[in-house]
């Protein structure tokens, strides 16, 4: 019965996404971006379904999560040509208003309209707020892993395959050598790098690590551990032996919990 909804919302997205193509290819290109990023966010929320025995209805759920979670991110880049929250709109908040005026979600069960909403709230929240519905949490739990799985997917593309990179995807950041101090100690000591602390590109290839520390699930971690994409994008920091040092410890920790292992040895 979930599979119905899945189809009928796959094809609305595909309608809506094509309806903000402009045709002219430069400036559709953050947008095509996106709707590649979308598709594999929904196929890494059917591999973390399946690899957490869930049913084929909760697996049409998560894909329906991964399909409808950026859905903002359309509207955005037209308003302000940009896909940078901060300087515009909260895109989550903005997506879920759009699914809600095209009633998109019509028709399915409340509690699942509500996880999903839940889900695509804090998709991108610095931190997943606790709450008490084990299923909203673990949809959004599940959501907030598949999607930074494929960022790395999407930067290793530009910093290692040579695909040309567009400012707008990369939040105009400018590729200066050297990194902040303050950004790495956040990664030494495993916290989230924060955006204050994000001034050029390495800062923010160092954020991307440091959400290692914000996946969820261990199938998450053998996902990231197989896609291998971010062991390429550490590849690509400058050497340095203080940066090179943290970054194998995060990576030695990512590999222990991919192998189902405690966190550390200690
Ligand atoms: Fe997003």
Redesign the pocket.
């Known amino acids: 019965m979930m599979k119905a909804h899945l189809i009928r919302c796959q094809n609305w997205f595909d309608a809506y996404t094509r309806s903000f193509l402009s045709g002219d290819a430069p400036l559709d290109l953050p947008l095509q971006v996106k709707i590649e990023h979308t598709a594999a966010v929904q196929a890494n929320m059917a591999r973390l379904a399946i690899a957490l025995d869930g049913s084929s209805d909760d697996r049409a759920l998560a894909e329906m999560a991964g399909l409808l979670?950026?859905v903002g991110?359309f509207p955005q880049y037209k308003q302000y040509h940009t896909f940078r929250d901060s300087v515009s709109v909260n895109?989550?908040r903005l997506g879920l208003q759009e699914i809600g005026r095209h009633r998109v979600l019509h028709g399915l069960p409340t509690a699942a309209r509500r996880e999903l909403a839940f889900a695509i709230a804090h998709?991108?929240a610095f931190m997943l707020p606790a709450h008490p519905d084990r299923r909203r949490t673990l949809l959004a739990r599940m959501l907030r892993d598949a999607?930074k799985l494929d960022i790395w997917r999407v930067f290793k593309t530009y910093y290692c395959d040579g695909r040309r990179l567009n400012a707008t995807v990369d939040l105009d950041l400018a590729d200066t050598p050297g990194y902040t101090p303050a950004a790495l100690e956040s990664l030494r000591q495993g916290r989230m790098v924060r955006l204050v602390d994000v001034h050029n590109r390495n800062d923010f290839k160092l954020l991307q690590i440091a959400w290692i520390y914000d996946i969820n699930l261990a199938p998450a971690f053998a996902l990231m551990r197989d896609q291998g994409h971010l062991a390429a994008l550490a590849g690509t920091l400058p050497s340095d032996p203080v940066l090179g040092r943290v970054v194998k410890d995060t990576l030695d920790y990512a590999a222990r919990r991919a192998a189902g292992l405690p966190p550390s040895n200690l």
């Open positions: 979670h950026d991110r895109h989550a998709h991108n999607d």
